[in-house]
């Protein structure tokens, strides 16, 4: 398929195109019911407070009505959107477009669409910068790297995708599955590092924002962390080498981390996703104030050979921000109601459910 660049301009026009697209269709789209919009001072119920952390998949290249109700009730925060959901640009501009008004129908926050942009292999939006790979972009400049990153981010917006899946910060170690794929920029820090500062800069140059993965870092796996149940056994020195690409990110104003599947030994052993040691060293260590996000849950609760809801209960009660659900619509709809009991229980505490919600919207206004 032919790839095709986006000038500023053209972005530009198109994001006046969405937004005037989005109100000829405000209250209007089928299966929506209108509602009356929150007052600006009223507080999420325990509902939202939960239902503001999932970010989940659609099928199709059409949300259903059943996304879109659970959308308008609150109970969805963000959407992930994959090739088989994406068609051209103006499918897309009209996609993203449906779920918005789904969202400010219910009078909640506007949602966070994200997708995968990484390049080359990895690339939702066909039409899309970059051409090449990070394993291609670590060999040229940053200056070469940021501009790839903002034309990918231009088209993104002009999409209404507000949320890159990317860059990958993993250093590339022997044997690495990322690297065999063309996912990272290169086998040291110092090739690494000032590679993803670029492109995290390259999308905020474009009003799109960067997440970075996989933290603490997945460049020694040898196989998918998605479907294999990986353990990574560096020691905390050599950990700590992997980290500098993800301080050089924060350094850069990355506003969203993803972490990895993998466990740590040097760590507390436990998946990423629910180690509190891995919060810790992220935000205490790191000094990390954004959203973090768990990288796919379906693959670490196959894996893991546990159930997808314990796996998002765990991962909610570590603290992480976004739990990213990637299967069927009735399998994030089972996880929701689950993580509600946990909250309505208290095994998720409402201090963390108003943190995590504190950042989620600090996400949502600065890139909405």
């Known amino acids: 398929m032919p790839s095709y660049r986006i000038s500023s301009s053209h972005a530009a026009a198109a994001l006046v195109a969405i937004v005037g ?33 999932l970010v989940v998949a659609i099928r199709g290249t059409r949300p259903s009505a059943g996304i879109l109700e659970r959308i308008r009730q ?3 925060g963000g959407v992930i959107l994959f090739g088989g959901n994406i068609s051209g640009p103006a499918q897309l501009q009209q996609l993203t477009s449906t779920l ?9 926050p506007r949602l966070l669409i994200a997708t995968d942009q990484e390049g080359g292999t990895v690339r939702r939006l066909a039409w899309a910068a970059p051409d090449d790979g990070a394993s291609v ?41 990322l690297a065999a794929q063309g996912r990272t920029f ?25 997440t970075v993965k996989h933290f603490p870092g997945i460049g020694d796996a040898r196989q998918n962390t998605d479907r ?49 040691a891995v919060q810790r060293l992220l935000r205490g260590e790191l ?44 399998s994030s709809d089972e996880v929701y109601g689950k993580l509600l009991a946990a909250a309505e229980s208290g095994r998720i505490p409402s201090g963390s459910l108003r943190r995590s919600y504190e950042r989620i919207q600090s996400l949502k206004r600065a890139y909405g």
């Open 137 to 177: 972009l670590g060999g040229s400049s940053a200056a070469s790297i940021r501009k790839e990153a903002r034309l990918a981010g231009l088209a993104m917006r002009a999409g209404g995708v507000t949320v890159d899946l990317a860059p990958v910060a993993d250093v590339a170690g022997p044997g690495s599955f």
């Open 228 to 276: 294999f149940a990986i353990r990574i056994g560096l020691g905390r020195p050599a950990l700590d080498r992997g980290l500098a690409p993800f301080r050089a990110a924060i350094d850069a104003g990355a506003p969203l981390v993803m972490v990895s599947n993998a466990s740590y030994a040097a760590l507390d052993g436990k998946p990423a996703a629910w180690s509190p």
């Open 21 to 53: 697209f989005g109100l000829a269709l405000g209250g209007g789209v089928v299966g929506i019911r209108p509602a009356a919009a929150r007052p600006a001072a009223a507080q999420p119920t325990l509902a939202e407070l939960v239902g503001q952390r």
């Open 100 to 108: 918005q008004v789904a969202a400010r129908a219910g009078g909640q």
């Open 74 to 76: 609150g109970e969805i």
């Open 186 to 210: 290169g086998s040291t820090p110092a090739v690494v590092s000032p590679a993803v500062s670029a492109f995290t800069q390259g999308l905020a140059d474009a009003h799109v924002a960067a």
């Open 287 to 330: 000094g990390f104030s954004g959203v973090t996000m768990t990288d796919a849950l379906d693959g670490t609760a196959a894996t893991r050979a546990r159930a997808l809801s314990s796996v998002a209960v765990l991962s909610a009660q570590a603290g992480v921000d976004l739990l990213l659900l990637i299967g069927s619509e009735s």
